[in-house]
């Protein structure tokens, strides 16, 4: 590879896509607030579980926090879990650290068959971080074990549907967030005539190919959140990873903001950003001249003009190639932008010679940025064969 090719490749971010190409909507929304949600009606024929919003409208902030708790515990003894909820909400809205409240917000969102919701809370709530007692986590966990149980019964579901469908996709997300190690081999009774289930992969690539064609028309927190969990499932923490930021950016409450830091503190403990390549941490830089300026005076003594005049060339080439991958609408297409302008990267800067300490640098982001390129056609092949079946 050309000499500062791979400088472009490592400071602008030419990844294996942008979560904006490759997003997914979420229609298990059941939200009392003003966000943006799918009807409640797709989230009852897949949680089995249906209800009529309270009429009453209670301002929370004549009350005291203790009141307020109250009256939430009051509607959680009689099982009204609709008319709980936003009494939690308001409580989660102060105060983000107490147990009690997650606890008795991830029971309500179960109840209500709003598992994506539901799993962060009580997963929070068992894992302990915040001020609280014992036995929340205990009953978390035995929500937790419920969420097992019914993971299996929509995945039963899953399999009977044959084709790919909108709400197949949705019961996978589903299926894998109510149980993200669920063993589809063992743990599920197949449908009357289903001789053996497909393989975890082929229904997660089959569930992002359905959300990726959602984002289209839709772009929004639950879009990216979707997507990203389910490239966390798979283990391609790069697209995660750029899939939360982007639903930070649309997030409009405290409540989505939650569910976006749980997911990303997830992937930071499997894949802390400091391991990753140095491709992926430029890949957010808002890029513009004065990026440009100041990468070139770093090195303006080491290069000659004409030197530099290059280099300026290739950056502003490597500029363009990022706003090619992030309109590019599929895999293949990002691999090809790539690799186009890999080639146009070696010819301008043949015959070049570079101070030696450049070099290095220039060595160790080459072989880095040829890793991500193979991660990407790695990342290709498992699609293609997930979709055989």
Request: hydrophobic residues 35%; glycine residues 4%.
């Amino acid at each position: 590879m050309g000499a500062l090719s791979s400088v472009c490749f490592i400071f602008f971010g030419c990844s294996s896509g942008d979560a904006e190409n490759n997003g997914s909507s979420i229609n298990n929304e059941v939200s009392a607030s003003n966000e943006r949600d799918q009807p409640m009606a797709q989230v009852a024929s897949l949680s089995e579980t249906s209800y009529e919003p309270k009429q009453e409208t209670v301002d929370f902030d004549d009350m005291e926090i203790e009141e307020v708790l109250a009256y939430a515990d009051g509607y959680l003894v009689t099982s009204d879990w609709a008319a709980a909820r936003p009494a939690l909400e308001y409580l989660l809205d102060d105060d983000t650290e107490p147990l009690e409240y997650h606890y008795k917000m991830g029971k309500v969102l179960f109840e209500l068959g709003d598992y994506a919701r539901a799993m962060d809370h009580l997963s929070y709530t068992v894992e302990g971080q915040g001020s609280g007692g014992k036995s929340f986590r205990e009953s978390a966990q035995d929500y937790i074990r419920k969420a097992q149980v019914k993971a299996t019964e929509l995945a039963s579901r899953m399999h009977g549907m044959k084709e790919s469908t909108d709400e197949r996709a949705e019961l996978v997300f589903q299926v894998f967030k109510l149980y993200p190690a669920i063993d589809l081999q063992k743990d599920v009774e197949l449908p009357l005539g289903k001789e053996k289930s497909r393989r975890k992969i082929y229904y997660l690539v089959t569930a992002m190919q359905s959300f990726a064609k959602r984002l289209e028309e839709e772009k929004s927190f639950w879009s990216y959140y979707q997507w990203g969990y389910l490239n966390f499932l798979q283990k391609w923490y790069s697209d995660a990873r750029k899939a939360v930021e982007k639903a930070i950016l649309f997030a409009d409450s405290h409540a989505l903001i939650f569910y976006a830091l749980r997911m990303q503190e997830k992937i930071e403990e499997i894949a802390p950003v400091e391991a990753s390549s140095d491709l992926d941490k430029f890949a957010v830089l808002d890029l513009n001249e004065d990026v440009l300026d100041s990468f070139l005076e770093k090195y303006q003594k080491d290069l000659s003009e004409r030197q530099i005049q290059k280099a300026r060339e290739v950056i502003k080439m490597g500029m363009k190639l990022k706003e090619k991958l992030e309109r590019a609408s599929s895999d293949q297409e990002k691999l090809k932008v790539l690799r186009k302008f890999k080639e146009l990267s070696e010819e301008m800067l043949s015959g070049e010679e570079f101070p030696p300490d450049i070099k290095g640098k220039i060595k160790k982001g080459t072989h880095k940025a040829e890793k991500r390129l193979l991660e990407l056609e790695e990342q290709i092949r498992i699609k293609q064969d997930a979709l055989r079946g």
